[in-house]
Every structure is written in structure tokens, then in C-alpha cells.
């Protein structure tokens, strides 16, 4: 416990810290009280970047709830056919950078665009591009959230309402909903945050539409003004301390759903809302994999859009600006170590803070400084990071510029995800378990090893997969404190995109794309051993 | 007796990895903003009169470079800057963190191209250019005639047809502004922004981008740098590069050691051979116009006439004024949200 919430505190708190007294110094260092902030408000335009990101995640992330709610439903209480596929599709999105949604949407809505026609007139470059863009990388952040809430539930309490003849509408809004209500407002504080702290979206195809995230790399990259960046990151954090409390607050309603002696949910067949369940998935999907399509498609042209012959050339990325095949190395080397160390690291926190029994104080502390990540966009972590880790008096100076920077940034920037995930598949198993256990005089690990960890094996590894893929695509955190011996092939697309080389950031992209797909086949492949192995409970 | 017997042991391990150490090659540092596609060949160039001098590249583009020298000045990882705006060098002069050193040959260079400060602080490598990429099928297809000077950008046929990069992101675009204050005077500099603005499709964060987008179509008319258009010309897009009438702003690619480096000697060597000739003729593959006078030759689809529209750059002005200039550049055009149709 001890030394997991250690690991939190140099990782997220300390590195804040020293970021939010940026805030308070002039550049000189000198403390100047509240004159940055005075200054920042005072400036209309980057107060309208505040309104203009509240209106595009809230905008995208309606748009992601619904969808990804629907989705989820289809996958885990219909009997529509092509599961599988559509399980599968609906995380394509987490292959690749979210870079890759902007490159995407120019090739289709550009003023070269393919179809771009249908924005009648409109221009991509502005909110449109935005919430698109967004809408399509977050949302298997979303489903993952909702799928893990609707997964688990008490089948007795949809045969009691068929005893009861309960009508299916009634049965949806007092049985499903409530069920999954927390999970809901989860991923919806997930959804908003992701596109409220995004900056790869933004940058790509934002055009003039200023928003908070690249306002600060406005103020750190091109006026070198850190202490105003640390400004903007102080008021991107606020929705972290709104949904916190938020998170508070329902969780108090939040009961076990899965009780020791819980029958799992098995859907019956009905012709026309798995029809329409069909549909609705195959719309989504096909979306999805436009998107990428095309993405595959600008890799392989020559030079868009006036010569259109296939090459492989772009795929010689030691010729392109921002990192050539060294980086696509060192990102799956930093992906692996992230996986692993991660999902132990999150998972025994997880277990302590929802199965712990004593020391509340310290658990619920755990809680709130385990949501923290979520609101801290990767610009404003990575830049805490240097500000702190590259301070000679720090004794955690030496992993600066190292791989392990890289790794402990990573994990610390996707924890709160994978920590909800975590909390809500513990939260699902009845606290009876723990105190059978402790009744028969099993020590907590024993229960721990033996109960806890094989039924939430699945849980398990999908945050590692998580990581796995979040770390292979993630550009913000670590663009900041890669090294030379270091550099990244998330870093590469972003840097080929900036300047230019749009044809090597999608091959680019791409090389990304298909290693996590590998990676995703492979987990498939262990997730249904295991389940066949520890989880035959659910279908007997 | 035992333990005698281990120092004597560690002892000996230090001297043998002290000594192979001594042996072995320097290992320098070097941050630069030079296309990854010329590093290669500069090392290898270097390599040839100092081969006990061995590269590290940490290479990104200008605005990142500068703010991780700027974020890393209590313990800096770099020992040379070897190609980054002599702007940015500026800025890390001011604040303390250059080392003053005079190369051997600096005085062969032209003027302009080395710091006033003796000993210089910073030595100019080359020069990149302000130019207006212009893609002549889209131009041709809009019945857009050929701008010739930056105020011809600001006529009412251009509206929404021009993309610029953002100076508070790009260096280039504070290159831009800067040369239009200096070259039509603060009013009316402001005022050719204004009208500018009206034609503005979008500003874009960085300052390839603009030429980047003309090349493949996305807007008809970028303004970028010469250097950049002529790469894309070279890849064989539709591009024209304009060098405006007026005059253009330029800035230069420059190096200097970073104080406090461990390897001094060795970033002096690297220093030296940055303003060789040898190594001027080297930047001249890419660059049509080089810190050392005389040797330049004309680059494949660089613009003739260059040299002579570079305007007087007062870099101090640009410098001294740079946060003033882009506050209020922010407070002019960037409350604008919506993208200009």
C-alpha cells in the first residue's frame, strides 16, 4: 500500500506540485502571487479557447456515451450475430495514434478530400474535424468502461422481472440502467476529460479553432512561456476535481451487483432488436474502419493528390524528418516494460483501495490521487516531468532521459483508466468473498490469489492490453522527455506531420497500427485460454 | 587482509575502465533542428577531419529543440546546438546559458552571419527565407492571378485562399510578422496584417506546413520558406515559389556550445568546423544561401534572385519585441474561432 501510493506521489503528485508553483514564478523564478492568472483572464482569446474546448467534448462526448452505449449493449445483451467482429473493430481506434483520425480527415474532407461534398461547404479544419476526430479515438475508451459495467449482472433479477411480466422498456430503466448507471458516469468523466486534455486531434485538423490544450502548446512551444503553460494546465485540471467529486457522490449509491451466489446474464434471441442492434454496430464499424482505410491508403501514395501510384517508399522512415525505424523499436520495448509493470502496479491498487479494510483516510486519498492522471493532459505531465525529474537535487534525477522516464510517465498518464476498470470489476464481486475468506482464516493474500485475481484475469489483461496500446500510440506525455536514445514512432508520425512529411506519418501510423493489431490477436488468444481455465464459473 | 585484497582489485578495474575510456571516442551531445534527412551526411562530413569525435543527435523541430534547451537550463543535456534559429540561440544567450568561444576562421564569415559580441556567442550556418509557395493547378482552377508581393495577398481575390503559420507557434510565422513590422512600420504593418486576415483560411502551427499544404493542394497559396518550397517542388509538386517584392524576412540556422558542457574540447572541434568552408559548402546543397561568402552555388529549384530579397534584419528588434509583437498578434486575430470560409 505503502509503497504503490509512494509511487503515486512521485509520479503524479510531486511533478504537479512543482508545476502549480510554475504557475505562481515570473520567468526569473521569483514568486509573483496570482499576476499570471490575472494575466491570463484578462486575455479574451484564451478565454475563448476554455468555452470552445468545453463545447467540443461535451459535443463529442454525448455523441461517444450514447454510441459506445448502444454498441456495448448489442455486444453483451443481444444475440446479434458477428460479435466477435464487431468486439474487434470497435478497438481499432486504440491501435492507432490519435494523430492518425486528423491525417485521416484531411485525405476524406480536405479541400482535396474524397468526400467533400458532404460538408456542403463547410470547412474540416474548425470544430467539425475536432469532434469527429475525437469522437472516433475515444470512443473504445468509452466502450471498455460500459462493456466491463454490463457485463456483470445478476440474471435472477431479469427473471424475476419476466416472473413479474415486467414490460422490456421498464425492465431496461430499472434493472440495466441503475445496473450500469456508475459505469456510465464513468466513462462519461472519461470521454469528456480525454477530449477536453487532447491535443493531437486539435493540432492536426483544429485549423483556427483554439482550444485549451493547444493553447499551452501555443505558450510552451511557440512563445517558450512556460509559466503561462503551467497557468492553462492548472485550469485544464479543474474537471479532474469535478468529477472526483462527482465520482464520490454516486459511488456512495453504488451496491454489489454480483453477489456470491449470482447467476450470470445470458441474453435470449429476439429477431428485430438484434436486427437493429446489427445495424446499428455495422454502421459504426464501417466508420471505423474508413477511417483507417484511409489512413492505409495515404501511406501507399506516392504524392497525393497528384500522383497516385502505390509505393512503398514512405515506409523509409530513416529518410523522414522525426525519427526513422529506431523509434518503431524502442516503442514496443517501451510498450512491453509499460504492460507489465503497469497492470501489477494498478491492479494491487486497485484491490486496495476497493477490498482494503482498514486505514479509509488513506484509501480514499489513494482514490482521489489515482483519478488525477486522467485530467492531466500528457503535455502538462511530461513538462511536470522535466521540471522535476531533471532537477539535480532530486534523487530521482538519474532516470531522466532514460527509458524508464518513458515507462513511469506512461503508466502514471493511463492509470486512472485502468484503475476504474480495476475498482469496477472488484466492485462487482460481493465483499462476501473476503469475508468467507477471513472466516476460514485465509490470510487476505490467499484470497487474494485465489479468488480476486482469476476471476478478474480478464479485467487484468485487458488494462495490460491497455497499456500496451495506449503506450505504442500515445504522443503528449513523452514528447517532452524522449531522448535521443529514446525516440518513439508515436513522436515520429507527430513530428512527420508537423513538418509535413503527411505520407511518412500515416506509414508511420501505420507500422503502429499493425503491431498493436498483433498484439490485440495475441491477447485474444490468451483471454480465451483463460477463460476456459478460470472463468468457467460464468457459464455454467 | 580480504578487503585489502578487493581495493587493490576495484583499483585496478577503475584504471583499466579510465583508460579504455581515454581511448575511446568523445560522445557529443548535439541538439539540432536540421532535417533528418541531412544529418546523416553532416556527421558523416564531420567524421572525416574528426573521426575520435563520435554525434549524438537529439533532433526536433525548432520551437520543441529551444523549449527543451529552455526547460533543461538548471542541468542541460546538450553540449552543442548545432543548426537552430539564431533567434532561439538569442534567447538562450539571455539567459546565460551559451558559452562565448571564438572558432578558428570566424572571421572568414560574413558579418551578419556571427554574433557582435567578441568573443561570439553563436555562428551562422545559413540562411532560410521567408516565400510564397503557390500551387498554380489549384490557382489555375480559381482563375487566381500570381501574387508578386506580400500586399498583393491582401487583394479581396485572395480571400480565404491564403494560409500562414501561427507566430505564436511557429518561428516562421514571428519571422513573418517580425519583417513586415520592420519593413512597413509599425502602423503599417499592423494595418497590412489586418487586411491580411481577411484572406487568412487558417493559420497552421508550423512553418512548413503552409507550403506542405499548397504543395498537395489543400490551399492554393502558402507562405512558408524557400527552403522548404523548393523540397516540395522537388517532389514534384505543382508549386511556384514567390519571392515577394518587398523583401522577405529571413533568419538563420546557427550553432553555439552550451555553458557548463564536459566536453568542451571537443565542442570547440565541432565549433571550428562549423564555420569552415568545407562545411559551408556542405549546407549549401540544401541551402542557397550560406554564412561563408563566395561559396554558394545555386540549389536545384531555389528561387534565383534570394540573396538579393533578403531584407535588413534587425534580429535585436525581433528579439527585444518578440512577446510584445505576439501579444498583440493574439489579441488582434486569434479571438477569431471560426476558420474563415
Known amino acids: 500500500m505503502l509503497a504503490i501510493g509512494a509511487f503515486l506521489v512521485v509520479c503524479v503528485l510531486l511533478p504537479l506540485y512543482s508545476m502549480l508553483s510554475k504557475s505562481f514564478e515570473n520567468a526569473d523564478g521569483d514568486f509573483i502571487g496570482l499576476a499570471n492568472y490575472a494575466d491570463y483572464f484578462s486575455t479574451p482569446a484564451l478565454f475563448l479557447s476554455a468555452i470552445n474546448s468545453l463545447y467540443v467534448s461535451v459535443t463529442a462526448s454525448v455523441i461517444v456515451l450514447v454510441t459506445a452505449f448502444v454498441y456495448g449493449y448489442a455486444l453483451t445483451r443481444s444475440c446479434m450475430p458477428f460479435k466477435w467482429f464487431f468486439k474487434l473493430v470497435a478497438l481499432v481506434p486504440l491501435l492507432t495514434p490519435s494523430l492518425l483520425s486528423g491525417i485521416s480527415l484531411v485525405y476524406w474532407f480536405g479541400k482535396q478530400g474524397v468526400a467533400k461534398e458532404l460538408l456542403f461547404g463547410e470547412l474540416i479544419y474548425g470544430p467539425i474535424g475536432i469532434i469527429i476526430g475525437s469522437a472516433y479515438w475515444v470512443f473504445p475508451h468509452a466502450l471498455m468502461i460500459v462493456i466491463t459495467a454490463l457485463t456483470i449482472t445478476d440474471a435472477r433479477l431479469y427473471e424475476a422481472a419476466t416472473a413479474l411480466r415486467t414490460g422490456t422498456l421498464r425492465t431496461f430503466f430499472t434493472i440495466t440502467l441503475p445496473g450500469c448507471k456508475y459505469g456510465l458516469i464513468s466513462a462519461g468523466f472519461v470521454t469528456f476529460t480525454l477530449i477536453f486534455t487532447d491535443f493531437g486531434v486539435p493540432k492536426v485538423i483544429g485549423g483556427n479553432y483554439n482550444v485549451l490544450a493547444t493553447d499551452i502548446y501555443k505558450q510552451v512551444i511557440g512563445q517558450q512561456n512556460f509559466e503561462m503553460g503551467a497557468v492553462v494546465s492548472m485550469i485544464l485540471l479543474l474537471p479532474a476535481v469535478l468529477a472526483f467529486t462527482v465520482d464520490r457522490v454516486v459511488q456512495k449509491k453504488q451496491v454489489a451487483l454480483l453477489s456470491a451466489q449470482a447467476v450470470p446474464y445470458r441474453p435470449k434471441p429476439k429477431r428485430k432488436r438484434d436486427l437493429c442492434m446489427l445495424v446499428f454496430c455495422s454502421i459504426v464499424a464501417a466508420l471505423i474502419l474508413l477511417m483507417i482505410g484511409m489512413a492505409q491508403y495515404a501511406a501507399l501514395i506516392t504524392f497525393w493528390p497528384y500522383n497516385l501510384e502505390f509505393t512503398l517508399a514512405n515506409y523509409d522512415f530513416d529518410l523522414a524528418n522525426g525519427g526513422g525505424w529506431d523509434s518503431y523499436f524502442n516503442s514496443i520495448r517501451m510498450a512491453l516494460y509499460t504492460a507489465a509493470f503497469g497492470t501489477v502496479i494498478i491492479f494491487f491498487g486497485a484491490y486496495l483501495v476497493e477490498k482494503g479494510r482498514r486505514f479509509i483516510a488513506g484509501r480514499s486519498i489513494f482514490h482521489a490521487i489515482a483519478m488525477l492522471p486522467l485530467a492531466v493532459p500528457g503535455m502538462v505531465l511530461g513538462l511536470s516531468y522535466i521540471f522535476f525529474f531533471n532537477n539535480p537535487s532530486n534523487p530521482f534525477n538519474f532516470i531522466y532521459g532514460t527509458m524508464a522516464i518513458l515507462v513511469v510517465a506512461t503508466i502514471t498518464h493511463f492509470y486512472t483508466v485502468s484503475h476504474l476498470t480495476a475498482v469496477t470489476a472488484l466492485k462487482q464481486m460481493d465483499a462476501e468473498f473476503e469475508s468467507v475468506g477471513a472466516s476460514l482464516k485465509a490470510p487476505f493474500y490467499r484470497t487474494f490469489a485465489r479468488v480476486t485475481v482469476p476471476v478478474c484475469m480478464p479485467a487484468a489483461l485487458d488494462i495490460s492490453m491497455y497499456l500496451f496500446l495506449n503506450a505504442m500510440t500515445t504522443v503528449s506525455a513523452v514528447v517532452f522527455i524522449y531522448s535521443s536514445d529514446t525516440t518513439l514512432a508515436s513522436v515520429a508520425v507527430l513530428n512527420m506531420d508537423d513538418q509535413g512529411e503527411i505520407a511518412f506519418a500515416a506509414a508511420m501510423a501505420m507500422m503502429i497500427a499493425y503491431t498493436c493489431a498483433g498484439a490485440r490477436i495475441l491477447h485474444a488468444l490468451l483471454t480465451r485460454s483463460i477463460m476456459r481455465t478460470t472463468q468457467a464459473w460464468r457459464t455454467s | ?341
Open chain 2, 1 to 341: 587482509m580480504k578487503r585489502r585484497y578487493l581495493h587493490s582489485m576495484l583499483a585496478a578495474v577503475a584504471v583499466t575502465v579510465l583508460a579504455s575510456q581515454s581511448w575511446a571516442a568523445t560522445t557529443l551531445t548535439v541538439y539540432t533542428a536540421i532535417e533528418a534527412d541531412d544529418l546523416k551526411r553532416y556527421a558523416a562530413e564531420f567524421n572525416k577531419y574528426y573521426p575520435d569525435i563520435e554525434i549524438k543527435w537529439v533532433r526536433d523541430s525548432t520551437g520543441i529543440v529551444t523549449a527543451k534547451l529552455l526547460a533543461e537550463k538548471n542541468n542541460p543535456q546538450a553540449d552543442v546546438v548545432w543548426g537552430l534559429a539564431a533567434t532561439s540561440l538569442m534567447l538562450l544567450k539571455a539567459e546565460g546559458m551559451t558559452q562565448a568561444y571564438k572558432p578558428k576562421g570566424v572571421e572568414q564569415l560574413d558579418k551578419k552571419f556571427v554574433d557582435g559580441e567578441d568573443p561570439p556567442h553563436w555562428t551562422g550556418m545559413d540562411a532560410w527565407v521567408a516565400a510564397i509557395c503557390v500551387n498554380t493547378v489549384e490557382a489555375k482552377k480559381l482563375n487566381l492571378p500570381m501574387p508578386t508581393s506580400w500586399k498583393d495577398l491582401t487583394k479581396p481575390v485572395y480571400k480565404g485562399h491564403v494560409v500562414m503559420p501561427n507566430p505564436n507557434s511557429s518561428g516562421t510565422g514571428f519571422l513573418d510578422v517580425s519583417s513586415w513590422l520592420q519593413m512597413f512600420g509599425e502602423e503599417g504593418g499592423w494595418q497590412f496584417m489586418d487586411s491580411l486576415h481577411q484572406n487568412i483560411a487558417w493559420y497552421t502551427h508550423s512553418g512548413s506546413k503552409p507550403c506542405r499544404q499548397a504543395g498537395s493542394g489543400e490551399t492554393p497559396i502558402g507562405v512558408s520558406f524557400a527552403y522548404r518550397g523548393a523540397k516540395v517542388k522537388n517532389k514534384g509538386a505543382p508549386v511556384e515559389i514567390v519571392m515577394p517584392a518587398e523583401g522577405a524576412g529571413w533568419d538563420m540556422e546557427a550553432t553555439t556550445i552550451i555553458k557548463g558542457t564536459k566536453n568542451l574540447e571537443a565542442a570547440k572541434k565541432l565549433v571550428d568546423f562549423s564555420v569552415s568552408k568545407e562545411a559551408n559548402q556542405m549546407y549549401n546543397s540544401v541551402y542557397a544561401v550560406v554564412a561563408y561568402p563566395g561559396v554558394a552555388q545555386p540549389v536545384k529549384n531555389y528561387p534565383e534572385n534570394i540573396g538579393a530579397k533578403m531584407m535588413n534584419n534587425d534580429f535585436q528588434f525581433a528579439a527585444d519585441n518578440r512577446k510584445r509583437i505576439l501579444k498583440e498578434w493574439q489579441r488582434r486575430y486569434d479571438s477569431k474561432s471560426e476558420p474563415k470560409s
